[in-house]
């Protein structure tokens, strides 16, 4: 289970959202235009979770989607599908999908979503950042 | 002489290597007990008997149809297979385990937040031949 791979294949998933289809970042860009979706880097990669390099685990990858001006109503309305437990517009429901392609993942749970203010250019935006435990093989095939 | 870790461990039943589903693994070797005190001792004495012993392993669940934990391990609860298990991991000269088994139990366990996990009791049957691995 690559890192690289691991968050292009989450980037791609995300852009089937058709609200941020084509605005989804696959690692942290230094500029940010509301709606978008960021996927970062990880808090950990536990190795050896079997014997013989059988399966490592990501932990807490997370996923952040920028949404409009946290003082706009507008914006909780537009974040209410992404942090959605289903549906075609929610994080949860598109990352754990099951998938015909192989992943570079065998396991992917959407564990949680924090809302946060974040500050682009000046003006504060409603963010929620989701995060991401996987389960993987720990050889590279 | 040095510390070994476990991760190293090599793990195979009926000759199907399931290493790479495996978190943990246990190898129990025991004897009976013959109580032989007799008058005038000042404590039990005893003496050896059978050799017994039980293993067990525990790991991660894995949906491969035909090498993962539940197709291997399922269809041979209740007969005797081959258990082979690397102490060290795999080398000429390193220590290895090979016995017959009894297969007792296999436990299939699904948490709500968690991976789904398997684990395996087993019973040894006969002897162990623990001669090095060539």
Known sequence: ?141 | MSVVHGRHTVFKLAAKDLSTYTTTSQLEKSADAHDITTYGQDAHVFSGGLLNGAASASGIYDSATSIGPRAVIDPLVGTVVTLLRQVEGAGSGKPQDVVQVLITKYTETNPVADMVTWAVDLQLSGTIDATPQP
């Open chain 1, 1 to 141: 289970m690559e890192l690289d791979e691991v968050m292009e294949a989450v980037a791609d998933r995300l852009g089937q959202i058709d609200r941020i289809a084509g605005r989804v970042f696959a690692y942290p860009p230094l500029k940010v235009e509301a709606p978008a979706g960021i996927v970062s880097y990880p808090d950990a990669i536990e190795f050896d979770a079997t014997y013989g390099r059988g399966v490592d685990m990501m932990r807490g990858l997370e996923v952040t989607i920028v949404e409009g001006k946290i003082s706009d109503r507008d914006a909780r309305d537009r974040m209410a599908p992404y942090v959605a437990g289903s549906g075609t517009g929610s994080v949860k429901a598109v990352l754990e999908a099951a998938s015909v392609a192989p992943m570079p993942w065998d396991d992917l749970h959407v564990l949680s979503v924090a809302f946060d203010v974040v500050t682009i250019a000046g003006t504060d935006y409603l963010a929620a950042t989701f995060k991401i435990d996987l389960a993987g093989p720990g050889t590279v095939s």
